[in-house]
Nanobody, 126 residues
Framework: QVQLVESGGTLVQPGGSLTLSCAASGFTLDQYAVGWFRQAPGKEREGVSCISSADGSASYADSVKGRFTVSRDNAKNTMYLQMNSLKPDDTAVYYC???????????????????WGQGTQVTVSS
C-alpha cells in the first residue's frame, strides 16, 4: 500500500527558510517518479519540483528556481524540499506525490501522478 506523509509546514517570515519532508512507504523512491506540488487558495494545483527515479534529475517551476532544492534520501525513503528566500506568494498547501510510471517526472504535471499525501500548510507572512 503506497503511502506518503508530508511534514514540516509552518508559518515563516518572508525571506526565511523551511524544509519539508515526505516519508514514503509501500514503494521505494528510486523506483517511482516523485514530486512536490502546491495549491494556494483559489488557484489550481501546480508542480513545484519533480525527481526522476532513474538518476535523480530534478525539474523546477520557474517561480522557485534558484530558491528551492529537492532531494531524496533513499536509505530513509524520504524526499525533501529545501525552500529558501520564501515569499508570500509561496503560501500554499504543499503535497508530495508519486507514480509508478518513471517518465511522468519530466512534465511535473499533477494530473499524471497517482498517489498523494495529505498535504502540509506553508504560510509566508510577517
Amino acid at each position: 500500500q503506497v503511502q506518503l506523509v508530508e511534514s514540516g509546514g509552518t508559518l515563516v517570515q518572508p525571506g526565511g527558510s523551511l524544509t519539508l519532508s515526505c516519508a514514503a512507504s509501500g514503494f521505494t523512491l528510486d523506483q517511482y517518479a516523485v514530486g512536490w506540488f502546491r495549491q494556494a487558495p483559489g488557484k489550481e494545483r501546480e508542480g513545484v519540483s519533480c525527481i526522476s527515479s532513474a538518476d535523480g534529475s530534478a525539474s523546477y517551476a520557474d517561480s522557485v528556481k534558484g530558491r528551492f532544492t529537492v532531494s531524496r534520501d533513499n536509505a530513509k525513503n524520504t524526499m525533501y524540499l529545501q525552500m529558501n528566500s520564501l515569499k508570500p506568494d509561496d503560501t500554499a498547501v504543499y503535497y508530495c506525490a508519486s507514480d509508478p510510471v518513471p517518465t511522468v517526472w519530466a512534465q511535473c504535471d499533477s494530473h499524471r501522478y497517482s498517489y498523494w499525501g495529505q498535504g502540509t500548510q506553508v504560510t509566508v507572512s510577517s
